[in-house]
């Protein structure tokens, strides 16, 4: 056997071509079959080798032999190099029950409670928090972020669309702290006669995406 150093992001197929195998009486690889044992951090089907979650940046010791039919070879390890990839940040908790609001009695907060993870880095950039409802108006319906002088933190709202970009790199508690002040306010509006427009009663429905670059 040859030592072998191979990369990829997800899973990996060795080939017989991997290797290079010295055999006196048969032409390798004709006629030959694979083994792959069992290890630490990988799992293996075949002669397909899965890394574990999250494992990366570190070598896979894979044991390894080959049989030409009769015979079969010393077990050899093979080295495999399992580069990293970047995972997109998770948000783990937010609030499910529905938020009770009464048009006119001033805005109210869309969330108390936000967790989120991302085991590649403790900072995001961006969170895209946007009303998503078919019943949603320009006229009538808002998200309200304060901007800060003391918060890495900007906030950019599209009132034609209903999105709200908070961009900026900070930590995750940072953009937790950001999103958690985000407030939600139905305008009351009139009518070309004066009269009080007629409000919408419908459910809104509110997505938050978090990135991380």
């Given at each position: 056997f040859a030592d072998l150093v191979a990369t990829w992001f997800t899973e990996y197929i060795l080939g017989f071509s991997d290797l290079a195998?010295?055999?006196a009486d048969t032409q390798y690889p004709n006629g030959f079959s694979m083994t792959i044992g069992e290890g630490s951090n990988y799992t293996v089907v075949g002669r397909t080798i899965t890394p574990a979650l999250n494992f990366n940046n570190d070598v896979l010791q894979v044991p390894v032999s080959v049989n030409d039919g009769t015979f079969t070879s010393n077990t050899y390890t093979v080295r495999i190099f399992v580069r990293a990839v970047n995972d997109p940040p998770e948000?783990?908790?937010?609030?499910?029950?529905?938020?009770?609001?009464?048009?006119?009695s001033g805005p109210v907060a869309i969330t108390e409670t936000i967790e989120s993870i991302d085991?590649?880095?403790?900072?995001?950039?961006?969170?895209e928090?946007?009303?998503?409802?078919?019943?949603?108006?320009?006229?009538n319906d808002e998200l309200i972020y304060e901007n800060s002088d003391t918060s890495p933190i900007r906030g950019i709202y599209d009132q034609e669309t209903g999105?709200?970009?908070?961009?900026?790199?900070?930590?995750k508690e940072?953009?937790?702290?950001?999103?958690?002040?985000?407030?939600?306010?139905?305008?009351?509006?009139?009518?070309?006669?004066?009269e009080?427009?007629?409000?919408?009663?419908?459910?809104?429905?509110?997505?938050?995406?978090?990135?991380?670059?």
């Open positions: 195998v010295s055999d948000i783990t908790a937010m609030d499910s029950a529905r938020i009770f609001y009464e048009p006119g085991i590649d880095s403790d900072f995001l950039t961006l969170a928090v946007r009303l998503i409802d078919p019943f949603y108006s320009p006229d999105e709200l970009s908070l961009v900026g790199y900070a930590t940072d953009y937790i702290a950001a999103i958690k002040s985000i407030q939600y306010n139905y305008r009351l509006t009139t009518d070309i006669n004066g009080p427009s007629q409000i919408s009663t419908e459910p809104k429905v509110i997505e938050v995406r978090l990135g991380d670059g």
